[in-house]
Each structure stands twice: as structure tokens, then as C-alpha cells.
């Protein structure tokens, strides 16, 4: 008899895995905090909170309560023709953080369904209100999902390269990178000479470009850019899936911009990275263009799994200890860490930038050539760390930390001493070679 573990290759096919060269997974058998534990009680400090999705620590005893209570009430029911209390407390209390013209909650399942479900949303908006709208204007590098309608509106590369001539057409403009705001606002500019009445929605990773790199730019920036949207008539759909629940310093990235979107989308921190799900919000305006007597402008879009009572028991009891333990202060205390780790490292001769934003801060590390997903750095960064008990994976050569909140200031340091460390060993390397 092999030992489970033993039998993952046989049977398993892994996320953005590359099999024949991976090194085989580690087997993970709990969590305690921010900390993974392994088969033979190895301890992981989780320093990018599982893919983004964890918010106050793993297995958390209060979450796991909460969901286990609604597990013996109700696990699930279709949600069409049917509702349940988990899914319109938690739509009440999401309405109540988001933007203040955002009106009803749409459930799905994941990040990539939420931008789905607002894609469609945007072009059946206008569809139901008699015109044809079918471009989208993104931003170049951005990262929506892995379905075909986030695809689109994704960076056009290696990840999407094999479907490229089955995504549909999307207008790419220049992220408003810190002194690059006026080029952004000239491209913007030239689409709505050319393009004005064919755009449905202009899409976005609010104030941090995630799998790009976690390349960072102003509200000020992100305001210009959707009053201009606005004041042109074209949609915006801010993509809070990874920036939601407090990872820029705000609840939403969007609080800190003085402009609101239309459409927003959330997943990983909304059940606090407790189970599988999505949700994009509405704003009255667009709710309206569905309501009719008119069959036809039935938004027709479900999952089997809409609204999973489990799934909204633990994003209520997330938004609970969001307000029981004031865990804003705690990404405040992360962020002052990261702000001081920052003026530490800045100059080393290795780090060609590092910028943080609220819990996130990224590293990018010279090496000759521009920055890339593929860099050949990224093996070795990501196995040292792993060495060392810590999980960073790295975006090429970009490292960065996006802690579950519950990190402590000692851990924290845990993972400065290990980047440390790491540019220090790249430094004798480069210097021996
Ligand atoms: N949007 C953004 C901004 C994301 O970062 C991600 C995932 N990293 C997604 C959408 C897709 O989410 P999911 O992986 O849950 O489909």
C-alpha cells in the first residue's frame, strides 16, 4: 500500500503545473494560523495566504464553527425560484462595504466566474436596452481569470496563447503607471474618438496589477480614468478579487478612488478563504436594464452551486471577526511592517524596485533583463524559500508577501530575514560567477 501522497502523481493533475519539471507537492495535512503543516509536521508560513484567499489564519476555530453549524442546517439549495438567510445577510452586509451605488449581489463561484458574470452583464446591459455594444477596453499585463471571457480580457501570452484565436477582440491601453498617467489618458482619449459607441465597459484590477507583478498605481490615476469612462457612458467593472477585503489598505482598493464603478467583482477573501466562491455587485443603473416584463432580458447566467449556503456562512463570519477584532488595524500593522522592511531594502544592489500597497509588498529583483513571469530566477527563488519553511512563490522575479492578517509581527520578520537572506546568497552568487 503507497501513502497517499505516493499516489498524487498517479492520480492528480495540478493548477499551472508543469508535472514533468515540478518538483512533487508538498503534502499538507493542516493549518494553524498563518502556518501550513506538512505529513511529517513540517511547519510552512503562508506568505501569500494560499493564492490570495486567506484572510484571518487556517482552520480557523470560529469559521470552522460557524460553517459546521450551517452544515447541519442546510448545506445547499438551488437558488433559483428559492432563496435562504446566509445568502441575503451576506449580500445586506457586502452592499454595506461596497461602493455606495452598488445595489444587489450576484453569486458565483469563483474569481474568474465573478469577471464572467460581469463581462455578460456589461454587453446584456446594453443589448436590453436596445444598442450593440461589444468591445472591452482592459488594461495591458492585467489578469482576470483563466475562462475564456477573463481570458479575453487578460495579457495575451504564454497562458493564453494556445486559445488566442478564440478569444474575442479587447482594447488594451497602458496601465497609469506612477508617471505614465498623461500616455493612459491619451490612449483612453483616442478609443472614445474611435471607438466611443462600440465599448461596453472598461475592466480593471483596481490600484495593483496582481499576477502581472503587483505592479501598483494611483486612485488619483484610477479616478481620472472612470470619470472619463463615465463621462463618455461607458460601464466600468472594478476586479476587487484579489485587491477585496482589505489588501490595499481598505476594505475595497475602490474606497480609496473618488469615483464609483458600476460593476464589481469579488471572490478569495470573501469567505475568507474558507470555500469556493464569487460574488459581483450591481449598481441600480444596471439592475434596471434587467427588470422587465420582457423574458428576454433575464440576465441567464447560474451555477449549480449559486449562493452555497456554506460558502455564505463563512463570509458572514468572516465580516463578523472583521468587525469583532477590528482587523483593519491589523493590515494597518501590516503595512507599517512592509513600510519599514521597504526603506531596509530599497537600496540593495539587487532590488531593482519594491513598492507595497496596504499587506502587499513586492520585490522585484535585477537581473539583467526585463521582468518576466518566466524568469529563470523563479525556480531557484521559490525552491530557497521553500527550504527555508516559507511559502512565497514568486511572479518570475518579483517576490512579494500578501500574509494572511492574523501574521504576526515576528513572522513577519520570518519572511524580511528570509528575502534578506536570499538577496544576500544572489549576491555572493552573481559575485562567484
Ligand atoms: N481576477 C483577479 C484580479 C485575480 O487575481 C484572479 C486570480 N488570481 C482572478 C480574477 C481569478 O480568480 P479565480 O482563480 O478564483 O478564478
Not at 475595497?252 to 477573501?269: H, L, R, T
Request: aromatic share 12%; net charge negative.
Amino acid at each position: 500500500m503507497t501513502a497517499w501522497f505516493e499516489d498524487d502523481k498517479q492520480y492528480v493533475w495540478h493548477p499551472f503545473t508543469q508535472a514533468k519539471l515540478s518538483d512533487p507537492p508538498i503534502p499538507i495535512v493542516s493549518g494553524e494560523g498563518a502556518w501550513l503543516i506538512d505529513k511529517d509536521g513540517g511547519r510552512y508560513l503562508d506568505a501569500v495566504a494560499s493564492w490570495w484567499t486567506n484572510i484571518h489564519g487556517h482552520a480557523h476555530p470560529y469559521l470552522a464553527e460557524k460553517l459546521a453549524e450551517q452544515a447541519r442546517k442546510l448545506e445547499h439549495v438551488i437558488f433559483a425560484g428559492f432563496t435562504h438567510q446566509p445568502a441575503v445577510d451576506l449580500a445586506g452586509r457586502l452592499l454595506k462595504r461596497l461602493p455606495s451605488n452598488q445595489s444587489k449581489i450576484f453569486y458565483s463561484d469563483n474569481g474568474s466566474t465573478a469577471v464572467e458574470v460581469a463581462l455578460k452583464m456589461a454587453i446584456q446591459y446594453w443589448h436590453n436596452r436596445g444598442e450593440r455594444r461589444r468591445k472591452f477596453i482592459a488594461l495591458r499585463g492585467a489578469y482576470h481569470g483563466d475562462t475564456f471571457g477573463a481570458m479575453s480580457t487578460s495579457a495575451r501570452g504564454t497562458f493564453t496563447q494556445p486559445f488566442a484565436d478564440m478569444l474575442f477582440d479587447v482594447i488594451f491601453i497602458d496601465p497609469p503607471y506612477p508617471g505614465t498617467e498623461e500616455a493612459t489618458m491619451e490612449q483612453l482619449r483616442h478609443q472614445i474618438e474611435v471607438n466611443g459607441d462600440q465599448v461596453a465597459a472598461f475592466i480593471f484590477e483596481p490600484l495593483v496589477l496582481g499576477t502581472a507583478g503587483m505592479y501598483m498605481y494611483t486612485p488619483a490615476a484610477l479616478a481620472a480614468m472612470m470619470r472619463m469612462c463615465r463621462e463618455n457612458g461607458w460601464l466600468t467593472i472594478a476586479d476587487e478579487v484579489m485587491t477585496g477585503f482589505g489588501r490595499t489598505g481598505t476594505f475595497f482598493a475602490c474606497d480609496q478612488v473618488d469615483e464609483n464603478p458600476d460593476i464589481v467583482c469579488m471572490s478569495k477573501g470573501l469567505t475568507a478563504g474558507m470555500l469556493p466562491m464569487g460574488a459581483t455587485s450591481a449598481s441600480d443603473q444596471i439592475y434596471q436594464a434587467f427588470w422587465s416584463d420582457d423574458r428576454s432580458k433575464t440576465l441567464f447566467h447560474g451555477h449549480s452551486f449559486t449562493a452555497n449556503p456554506l460558502g455564505c456562512a463563512a463570509g458572514l463570519a468572516s465580516l463578523g471577526l472583521f468587525d469583532q477584532n477590528n482587523v483593519m488595524d491589523d493590515v494597518q500593522r501590516i503595512a507599517l511592517n512592509h513600510a519599514t522592511f521597504r526603506t531596509k531594502i530599497r537600496h540593495h544592489p539587487l532590488v531593482k524596485d519594491c513598492r507595497h500597497t496596504g499587506v502587499i509588498i513586492a520585490i522585484e529583483i535585477e537581473t539583467g533583463l526585463e521582468s518576466s513571469y518566466f524568469s529563470a530566477l523563479r525556480d531557484q527563488l521559490y525552491r530557497f524559500f521553500i527550504s527555508q519553511y516559507v511559502l512565497l512563490r514568486p511572479l518570475g522575479n518579483i517576490v512579494y508577501i500578501l500574509p494572511p492578517y492574523c501574521i504576526s509581527d515576528f513572522e513577519l520578520g520570518l519572511l524580511y530575514q528570509s528575502i534578506e537572506e536570499c538577496l544576500d546568497k544572489l549576491s555572493v552568487q552573481i559575485h562567484n560567477s
